[in-house]
Each structure stands twice: as structure tokens, then as C-alpha cells.
């Protein structure tokens, strides 16, 4: 089989089940691996990384397989180690489905779509964050359902849920802030990195 020649990947991730719904753009290359693309994911929507997480390709499920807490699920699409699966699968002629799933207690649903493939630049800095709309939903607020509840008691200084929506969310949370420039950090830290560092709630687990 002839070796894909690695090649920088525009994606754009669409957290689904939100309206309207936040998306971000990013680039990445073909030959770096699915925990990339959830580091990337993480510093683009400005996520803490601190739940557990998995991707979904096609029909099958990839997920952190360790001995300290891994059960086979008896139900389901077959699962697969995560660490092994490479990017590249983007450059298929027919790019299957891929959603990527943020904590499994709130259930944040990304899908996450091919826009375009380009030539790497030498020494470039990658992955790099390209653009977005709409902010991230507070970590732990409960998922969609009480994200819509949290904005709604967030705008009216009247509504009963009022202070409890003030002190979820972070302080300068804005519905149309996506906060790009504290995005670019994260994403500049991401470029510096020679090794990719564990998950937060691996480190604290």
C-alpha cells in the first residue's frame, strides 16, 4: 500500500445539540494522532481536560485503554485504543463520520469535519488555531439542557437563577466571546511541546 504523503488538515469541530452551536477551525497534520486532535479540540474551545473523552470513527469507538480503569463495554460499537489511530484517515477519498465526545457525565458532542487539505510548510507551527464563533459552555454546568437554562438566567439580571448562572460560569463568559487571543496561547504551548503531556484527569486521577 503506498504511504500517504502527510499533508496539513484544516478541520472545523461543531459542538452539536446547541443552538447556536460553537465551532472552531483548526489545522493539524495528517500524521499525528487521535489524542492530538482531542489536545488541539481542548485548547480551541478552552476546555479544562479534565473528564474523560472519546472519538467515534465510522462505526467504531476509540477510547484511553488503561489497566488502572478499563472495563470492555458488553454493548456497543467495538472499541479501540485511541493512541494508535493515525489522522491520516482524513485523506481518504470518502472521509467517514467522526464526532468526539467531552465528558461523559455532561456529554459535550463535537463533530468534527474535513474542510480542506494543504502542503506543509517547513517548520511550520502546528497545530494552529484558525478562527471560531460562539463561546464554550462553563465546565460541569450539565450539559446542553442546562447550558440553554444557564444563558437564559445569565442575560436577565431579574431571573430567579440569576446569581447561580453568575457564579457558574467564569467571569468575563460572553455569549459571542470566543476569548481567540487566550485560544492562540494554548495553541502556541501545543507547538512547543516535544512530547504530548498526559490528560489532566489521568494526572490527578
Do not use: C
Not at 455532561?106 to 488555531?129: A, C, K
Not at 431579574?158 to 487566550?182: Q, R, S, T
Amino acid at each position: 500500500m503506498t504511504k500517504k504523503k502527510t499533508q496539513v488538515l484544516r478541520l472545523k469541530i461543531t459542538l452539536e445539540h446547541i443552538d447556536p452551536a460553537p465551532w472552531r477551525e483548526i489545522e493539524i497534520r495528517s500524521d499525528k494522532f487521535l489524542p492530538h486532535l482531542h489536545d488541539a479540540i481542548q485548547a480551541a474551545f478552552l476546555w479544562y481536560d479534565m473528564h474523560l473523552w472519546d472519538f467515534q470513527i465510522s462505526d467504531r469507538k476509540y477510547q484511553m485503554k488503561s489497566e488502572d480503569f478499563w472495563i470492555e463495554p458488553m454493548f456497543g460499537p467495538p472499541v479501540m485504543e485511541v493512541t494508535t489511530k493515525k489522522l491520516d484517515f482524513f485523506q481518504s477519498a470518502k472521509v467517514p463520520p467522526v464526532s468526539y465526545v467531552y465528558d461523559f457525565g455532561d456529554y459535550w458532542q463535537h463533530r468534527v469535519d474535513l474542510v480542506s487539505t494543504r502542503e506543509v510548510v517547513p517548520n511550520e507551527p502546528l497545530p494552529r488555531f484558525v478562527g471560531g464563533q460562539w463561546a464554550t459552555p462553563p465546565e460541569d454546568i450539565g450539559g446542553p439542557p442546562m447550558y440553554e437554562a444557564f444563558k437564559e438566567a445569565r442575560k436577565d439580571v431579574n431571573h430567579l437563577e440569576h446569581e447561580w448562572a453568575k457564579e457558574a460560569g467564569y467571569v468575563d463568559w460572553a455569549h459571542d466571546e470566543i476569548h481567540a487571543d487566550v485560544v492562540s496561547e494554548q495553541f502556541a504551548t501545543l507547538q512547543r511541546q516535544k512530547t504530548r503531556r498526559t490528560s489532566r484527569w489521568v494526572m490527578e486521577g
